[in-house]
């Protein structure tokens, strides 16, 4: 098992009460609406399927893989599940099985659980499935495709998962965001290999056992476009956190500062949003969100109108709904 | 050193606590950790007097002080990720270990940190130890919980251990299948070989869960399941188990007013 301090179930006493209680009110807006989602795709199967898949987290956490010299890895889950019944199931099972990790075995704080089952479960289902579904429709449905797209959103998972993590620990002022994100990003690009890896595997052996449970899961994706709406509102509450964290500038500014070398650094030729501010903000703060927002909406713009090129040549999307 | 046993926390028992209305435990304890978050930072005195109040508790409860305290120490690996504090807190310097520098502030924080954490974990852990996890969900449930993720959280609990076992065994046949001589180099495959066969086992996992699932609709549904479940009748609401579950909010509530009056001065 990976140390504990390197997992992201954080305990009672590392968040700040007002941190917590956002991510109790964000948890608590995300989950009525997954329940609503749910019980539309699923109808009175709801409450079985989602139970016992939560307990398939559950237990797939247990099945370790030796990674090297004593350490072994384990699953996450959250972007299995999102990938194979959508990222609102996943937001369900998550919370519950980090609900049962909480109250029955303490893995994780009682009032950290908003924020705990935001992290793991709703920013790593919709990354994820964000990421899975963006690669399929750039790279077609091939079976190469589809485990690379595998791949990069089990792993994304992770990663943003971690992220976010050291964010609300930075925010609560009980980690340096200067040493909380680079440990946390850079051990959980290493965590999310083995996430990726096992992921893919799952799937692959899915695949070929009960091919249709898979086809079933591209049929929903392309009914439901909510979760654009929400990975965009998960990007956006990121922004609006990140010059809030830390004063301080970033570690590589930090060290560039130190270092003299700053003004060294070439300026580009051409500049829209010059060191993330708007010119005619002069709060710094302000700016940076609203900088931040801008390029959040951007880059959303983007990816959603490419997504929407690639789909085009689709005609069937009439018939189907 | 078998990693895979799932054991529960909760202990049966006969006691003051014990008997206490799951809602009022629910409340008292999501309360008392709240509380002992609120400690103003440096107020030291604090710390031993709510630790005095959870001791009772688990005296009352028969659970031990020194074991529950002992208990308590699960979160405190987390705190390595607060430890840097103690260098980048500004404040007067008390040590210079090479290039850095601990400050008294530093310090005074981390600790806060870690007995902070180390009691909230204290008092959710006497709240499994002493109450069923059905009558916890249904104390969720009388407290306005969405009932479907209740209901969701229910049927995890109750497959739980169905589906570790299933994990179990298919830990134990890969095992069985895995032998090597104690010499042999590189036993085991590649690493990609060793994540393949885990990721098989959980994608295997998941067919036997779904399948699971498949049938355990039908079965419901044999049985005239029409998307309602139905629990038992709640136990009475009485005047004299909300009075046990405010005692020891009180006292967290009186030594956190005493600490804000002590301490305003120092900050």
Do not use: C
Not at chain 1, 181 to 203: F, K, R, S
Not at chain 1, 276 to 281: G, L
Not at chain 1, 311 to 317: F, R, S, T, V
Request: avoid cysteine; proline fraction near 6%.
């Amino acid at each position: 098992m990976f140390p504990p301090f390197l997992a992201m179930h954080i305990p009672d006493g590392f968040l700040s009460i007002p941190v917590a209680l956002v991510g109790w009110v964000l948890l608590t807006i995300l989950i009525v609406l997954a329940l609503r989602q749910t019980r539309e795709q699923f109808k009175d199967r709801q409450i079985p399927l989602m139970g016992i898949l939560a307990a398939f987290v559950f237990a797939a956490q247990m099945i370790n893989f030796p990674v090297a010299g004593g350490t072994s890895g384990h699953l996450l889950g959250g972007a299995l599940v999102a990938i194979l019944l959508g990222p609102w199931a996943a937001v369900l099972v998550m919370t519950s099985v980090l609900g049962v990790q909480a109250l029955l075995f303490q893995d994780g704080g009682l009032l950290a659980i908003g924020f705990n089952a935001f992290n793991m479960g709703v920013i790593a289902a919709f990354t994820g499935y964000a990421a899975y579904n963006l690669i399929r429709r750039l790279l077609g449905q091939g079976r190469g495709a589809q485990l690379a797209a595998t791949a990069l959103g089990a792993w994304l998972s992770v990663e943003l998962a971690a992220i976010a993590t050291a964010l609300e620990l930075a925010l609560s002022n009980t980690s340096p965001l200067s040493v909380a994100l680079p440990t946390m990003a850079g051990v959980h690009a290493l965590i999310g290999i083995g996430e990726a890896l096992i992921t893919v595997a799952a799937l692959a052996f899915i695949q070929q056992t009960r091919p249709d449970l898979i086809a079933g899961s591209v049929k929903t994706a392309a009914r439901g476009s909510g979760w654009i709406a929400v990975g965009l509102l998960i990007a956006l509450a990121v922004t609006f956190a990140s010059p809030l964290a830390d004063p301080n500038p970033d570690g590589l500014e930090r060290v560039a500062e130190d270092h003299g070398f700053l003004s060294a650094a070439q300026e580009p030729p051409f500049n829209v949003l010059p060191d993330y501010t708007v010119p005619f903000i002069q709060d710094s703060a302000a700016s940076t969100i609203v900088a931040g927002l801008i390029g959040t909406l951007v880059v959303a713009g983007v990816s959603y109108g490419v997504a929407r090129l690639v789909e085009a040549p689709k005609a069937d999307k009439s018939t189907s709904s | 050193m078998n990693p895979l046993s799932l054991k529960e926390r909760f202990e049966g028992g006969q006691s003051l606590f014990h008997d206490l209305d799951p809602r009022i435990k629910v409340v008292m304890s999501l309360g008392l950790i709240l509380g002992i978050l609120l400690t103003p930072e440096g107020a030291f005195p604090a710390y031993p007097l709510i630790w005095a109040v959870l001791g009772s508790m688990a005296v009352v409860s028969r659970v031990g002080v020194w074991r529950l305290a002992r208990l308590g120490g699960i979160a405190l690996p987390f705190t390595l990720a607060a430890l840097t504090l103690i260098f980048t807190t500004p404040g007067q310097p008390l040590l210079r270990l090479g290039g850095l520098v601990i400050s008294d502030a530093g310090v005074v924080r981390f600790m806060g940190i870690a007995l902070r954490s180390w009691l909230a974990a204290q008092a959710a852990i006497l709240l499994s130890l002493t109450t069923p996890f059905t009558d916890l969900l249904w104390a969720l449930r009388s407290l306005r919980l969405p009932s479907t993720l209740v209901m969701i959280t229910a049927f995890m609990y109750r497959y739980l251990f169905t589906l570790g076992e299933e994990a179990e065994r298919l830990i134990r046949a890969r095992a069985s299948r895995s032998a090597s001589l104690p010499d042999q180099k590189g036993a085991g495959g590649s690493l990609w070989w060793r994540a393949r066969v885990a990721g098989g086992m959980v994608g295997s996992l998941f067919l036997r869960s779904y399948e699971r699932s498949e049938r355990v609709y039908a079965a419901m549904l044999s049985r005239g399941f029409d998307g309602e479940l139905r629990g038992y009748n709640p136990p009475p609401f009485q005047w004299r188990s909300v009075l046990v579950g405010a005692i020891p909010l009180l006292a967290v509530a009186l030594i956190q007013i005493m600490a804000f009056l002590w301490f305003r001065g120092v900050r």
